[in-house]
């Protein structure tokens, strides 16, 4: 990615702020960064932090980028399109990161012929350390295809689906799963607690074994069904533990879970998508 590429991001939030964060980090000037929002007291946080160009009107700022990134609500996205429409002529590519909202109805609401790159990324992103699932519609060119995902990796695993509704499987896997983590280490310390522990201790051993637990999975070449043999000994604790949690069908509590959201992501897309 070149410096004299201009990225600019409609909508001031935590993503947004996880990405541009991102980019400066890897030695992109903030000269070509440009940031658009309607809450004036961000946009100046914003300013201050990085001395970016901002702007209240999207209009304005979307002339002047080659890439777009809508950093918005879903509810808010095609209202935020239709008004671009008479601005994005120098077709700069669009990259959305909102969830469920199909490439079609962006397409379709920007006036068509869209270069639109559909990308799911997840919190940790604030900490460089996401996991982005992406799509690209057929008018995409392959350097534009390349460009996303540059932006993405400042602050992800960036990895790509050829079928978008396979995004609502990202979103349900990677897109909410922090959420998921976040339950296990709450009931986790909770139940440590319920053991004797006091709760500060038992907070911090649940968060510190969760992540020495995610990074021996990062690092070991074994999958996680390898790794969790190895450290289950017959008839030990470990063991009694996997067992209750077998018994009580885990795997189907997981699976349960992850089609509910599954399902919520694609409803999302209908909803919106029928709204105009």
Known sequence: MQNSTTIGFIGAGNMAYALVSGLVNSGFSTKNIKLSDTDEALLSLRADEFNLEVFTDNTKLAAQCDVIIFAIKPQVLSVVC?????????????????????????????????????AMPNTPALLGQGATGM????????????????????????LWVEDEKMLDAVTA??????????????????????????????????IQ??????????????????????????????????????EQNFDMIVAHAMRAAFDRSREMGIELGDYD
């Open 135 to 158: 799509m690209a519609n057929d008018v995409v060119s392959g350097d534009q295809k390349a460009l996303a995902e540059q932006i993405l990796s400042a602050v992800s695993t960036c």
């Open 209 to 246: 074994t969760a992540l020495g637990a995610s990074m021996m999975a990062d690092s070991s070449g074994d999958s996680a069904h390898e790794l969790r043999a190895k450290v289950t000994s017959p008839n030990g604790t470990t063991q009694a533990a996997i067992e209750s949690f077998q």
């Open 82 to 118: 239709k008004e671009l429409q008479e601005h994005v002529s120098h077709n700069p590519l669009i990259i959305s990161i909102a969830a469920g909202v199909r490439a079609v109805d962006i397409n379709r609401w920007l006036g068509g012929n869209a270069s639109i790159v559909r």
């Open 173 to 206: 896997l990677s897109g909410s799963g922090p959420a998921y983590f976040f339950l296990l280490i709450e009931s986790m310390a909770k139940a440590g607690a319920a053991l004797g522990l006091d709760e500060s201790t038992a907070q911090q051993l649940s």
